[in-house]
């Protein structure tokens, strides 16, 4: 008989459930508010038990420990969410659900998710970015989510700020960083609108694809993908994907010279999944712990 997956997708206001079969079809899906741990990871575990699935694959916000060799693994680390730092959530929901569990970022699973289902199908590096209230990236390399010391934080990345943005970084960190430089909140921060009242104003898409086009650029030159996805709120604005493009090869300067650089509309891509990307990642993660 075919496998029942669990898939679990716990952002930081909501939780995703759902259970699917190994080939991404999803059987049932539900929704629940991020709440304190202790009331919700507990009902979770108890969801995916009830509905007897072989096992289970969990894309967790970040920070949190990825590596199966740490003592913290499955732990959520230094997040700001009330009640959830240092929680054990990967040994709560084993403890309500005796079944093999796979782990990783949220970014890390849509990044899966693309390179199984959607669009990176097929290929073996590749890299996911979300632009949306924060930036994340996840990241495969031959194959493998990237960790290492924790997991990659791309959406972190510093950059050049540009002399004529009138607006400055919201990162509490970093004063030019990626993500303090163009995710949402900071597009709201420097035009005092939100992004998706500001589609008519060109100045607004020029700069976001600046600060994107040089990230793009690190992330070429430092994992080499063979895809770059790009999702989330922002990327809602249809008009940056020709902008971001065109940024990115100014910024490359012609240093790497390859076919997919030269072919960018296929290169440098939305997601295809529907924002299922996340989901369906997770059913993969969750049939790669079954098959280990
Ligand atoms: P989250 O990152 O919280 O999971 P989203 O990916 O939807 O959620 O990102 C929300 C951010 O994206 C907000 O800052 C919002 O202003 C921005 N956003 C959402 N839709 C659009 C849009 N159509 N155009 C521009 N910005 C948008
Ligand atoms: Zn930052």
């Keep these: 008989m075919g496998k029942r997956i669990g898939a679990l997708e716990a952002g930081g206001t909501k939780m995703v459930l759902a259970v699917g079969t190994e080939d991404g079809t999803i059987l049932e899906r539900e929704s629940l508010p991020t709440t304190a741990p202790e009331q919700v990871v507990p009902q979770m575990a108890a969801w995916f038990a009830e509905r007897e699935v072989d096992a ?17 693994y499955g732990h959520v680390l230094d ?5 959830w730092r240092g929680y054990d959530f990967l040994g709560t929901m084993r403890a309500g659900c005796d079944v093999p569990m796979g782990y990783d970022t949220d970014v890390n699973v849509a990044c899966l998710g693309e390179a199984t289902f959607g669009c990176a199908r097929g290929l073996d590096s590749v890299v996911y970015l979300t632009i949306g209230t924060g930036v994340g990236a996840g990241v495969m390399v031959g194959g493998r989510l990237l ?5 990659p934080e791309a959406g972190h990345i510093l950059l050049a700020p540009l002399p004529n943005d009138p607006g400055k970084s919201v990162c509490p960190f970093h004063p030019n960083c990626l993500e303090g430089l163009a995710a ?28 994107l086009g ?35 090869v100014r910024y490359l300067a012609g240093y790497i010279k390859t076919p997919e650089l030269e072919d960018l509309e296929t290169y440098i891509v939305p997601n295809s999944l529907h924002e299922n990307q996340g989901i369906l990642g997770c059913i993969e993660l969750g049939r790669r712990a079954l098959e280990k």
Excluded: N
């Design 56 to 72: 289970v694959g969990i894309g967790a916000f970040g920070p949190t420990a990825v590596d199966p060799a740490s003592p913290q």
């Design 79 to 83: 997040t700001p969410k009330p009640g």
């Design 184 to 211: 949402g909140p900071s597009i709201e921060a420097r035009w005092g609108a939100k992004g998706v009242d500001l589609a008519d104003r060109p100045e607004v898409w020029e700069l976001e694809a600046e600060y």
């Design 147 to 151: 960790h290492g010391m924790l997991h």
């Design 214 to 248: 040089q990230a793009l650029c690190d992330y070429i030159l430092c994992y080499s993908p063979q895809k770059i996805i790009l999702g989330g709120g922002v990327m809602k604005q249809e008009q940056l994907f020709p902008l971001v493009r065109e940024a990115t």
